[in-house]
């Protein structure tokens, strides 16, 4: 397989695009309405006592506020319709989406388990899910220049070290309310899932590292 294949194939993915609306539809419609948002946040209790076991992908509907629900929309935007093509390709129309949905269980799951007897626990937003397409893509093209901020340009390949330093780091300290674990899990689920489906991204990536070269993504 060939990035640049990946990339030249990546318009006109319409999975991405009815996640992202169906995601900017309910946020929206939970920050106005604090019961919808109650009813759709991860929240341990309704999991354990209620079997609510939805909650493990409603909670990625939802965000705290415009910037985020703005932040997880954009980059999964730029890196979802690039990976739709590769998982359509192996796992049919619905193989992107159910991906993506896989992300948002499996990052959340080693959080709702640590806090699973926490009352006061609560965990919202895509950022999981969203990290798993940003690292599989990474194992596509590791040195495509993205722009942070829209403003710093930086490999693809040291984003994602200097993304998962950085949330080891905070995961550790605790200091803010930002779900890192999560971030973690999710890359991790994104790099072991597309490994699996695409074996081959092995030595594609090797051979990638060991050729520098950057370019911006189309």
């Known amino acids: 397989m060939r990035a640049r294949h990946v990339l030249r194939n990546a318009s006109n993915r319409m999975i991405t695009l009815i996640i992202i609306a169906l995601t900017c539809v309910v946020s929206f419609l939970a920050f106005q309405n604090i019961r ?22 409603t909670y990625g509907l ?70 798993a397409v940003l690292f599989a893509y990474v194992l596509v093209a590791p040195w495509t220049t993205i722009r942070i ?7 693809a390949i040291v984003y994602a070290v200097l993304y998962v330093a950085y949330s ?16 973690l899990w999710g ?9 699996m489906i695409q074996p081959s991204l092995v030595s594609h990536f090797i051979n990638e590292i060991s050729q520098p070269r950057f370019g911006f993504m189309n």
């Open 62 to 131: 939802i965000h705290a506020d415009t910037m985020h629900l703005f932040v997880n929309m954009l980059t999964l935007y730029f890196f979802g319709k690039v990976m739709e093509g590769l998982y359509s390709s192996h796992m049919g129309m619905l193989g992107f989406a159910t991906f993506y949905i896989g992300g948002l269980v499996v990052s959340i799951l080693p959080t709702y388990l640590h806090n699973k007897d926490n009352a006061s626990y609560r965990s919202l937003g895509a950022s999981g899910a969203v990290s």
């Open 36 to 57: 919808l948002m109650n009813d759709l946040i991860l929240w341990p209790p309704a999991i354990n006592r209620n079997r609510e076991y939805y909650r493990l992908v």
């Open 149 to 155: 901020f829209f403003v710093l340009p930086m490999p």
């Open 187 to 195: 890359a991790a689920y994104g790099v072991a899932v597309t490994l």
């Open 168 to 183: 080891v780091m905070m995961d550790r300290t605790g200091k803010d309310n930002v779900n890192h674990s999560a971030h």
